[in-house]
């Protein structure tokens, strides 16, 4: 039973140290290795949700434990100790994790999310490699990458041709690279644990991350010179 204890105190601090620490100290991270740290997000914080599972399963299992003990009249008082320990843990970590969380949630506050080319007057133009582009008639520049389409403010096709080339090669990066799908991925999580600060972190820096793999991506075969001037512009 004592095993139970102390692999159920293990997972506590497993969860607290992902779900504190990792804001703390991934966030504004991996600049020059945004694939490692899209992964390491992802790792950090699946591998607490899964702790937490772990650790309400223990105690789930402890009242089992209880029960059986007391009907082979085992010493009573070290029973309903072993009984309660693991919810007391619980408790305590609850506490801890939601005053942590008062602290960082206005870190990483979200907005709501709406669809930016909902109800916009868009037309396809031409393809690229093998994602559509559409034109939409809205002002200055804009880029968005949807499934396999790009979506491109009228703007951003008056730049001159190596400027657009590498902001439809970074476009192309996104879908090429999964992007979508991850950032799918983080906002489940977000959305199952909204008020884990961590979790909002998660779809804070995925996205700063994707961003940074899409620039990598890009930067294969355009200058860096020509995507920044065209990344300027879209503040």
Not at 113 to 141: C, F, Q, S
Not at 143 to 148: E, S
Not at 181 to 201: C, E, G, H, M, T
Request: aromatic residues 12%; glycine residues 4%; hydrophobic residues 55%.
């Amino acid at each position: 039973m004592e095993r139970f204890l102390y692999l159920l105190i293990v997972l506590i601090e497993w969860v607290m140290l992902v779900t504190v620490a990792a804001p703390m100290f991934f966030a504004g991270r991996f600049n020059k290795h945004p694939g490692l740290g899209i992964w390491l997000w992802f790792i950090s914080l699946l591998s607490a949700i899964l702790a937490t599972a772990v650790a309400v399963a223990i105690a789930t299992i402890s009242i089992f434990i209880t029960w059986q003990n007391l009907s082979s009249d085992q010493n009573l008082l070290f029973t309903v100790a072993f009984s309660v320990a693991p919810w007391v843990l619980l408790g305590v970590a609850g506490i801890l994790l939601a005053l942590a969380n008062q602290r960082l949630a206005p870190l990483f506050a979200l907005g709501q999310r709406v669809d930016p080319i909902a109800n916009l007057l868009a037309r396809e133009i031409m393809e690229y490699r093998r994602a559509k582009i559409v034109e939409l008639e809205i002002p200055g520049y804009f880029a968005l990458t949807r499934d396999r389409t790009i979506y491109l403010s009228k703007s951003v096709f008056e730049l001159p041709a190596k400027q657009l080339e590498a902001i439809l090669r970074h476009e192309y990066g996104h879908i090429k690279l999964g992007h979508q799908n991850l950032k799918k991925f983080a906002y489940l999580i977000y959305q199952l644990l909204p008020w884990v600060a961590a979790s909002r972190a998660l779809v804070y820096e995925i996205d700063r991350l994707c961003e940074l793999s899409a620039d990598n991506y890009a930067l294969k075969r355009v200058y860096s010179k020509d995507l920044n001037e065209a990344r300027r512009l879209f503040g």
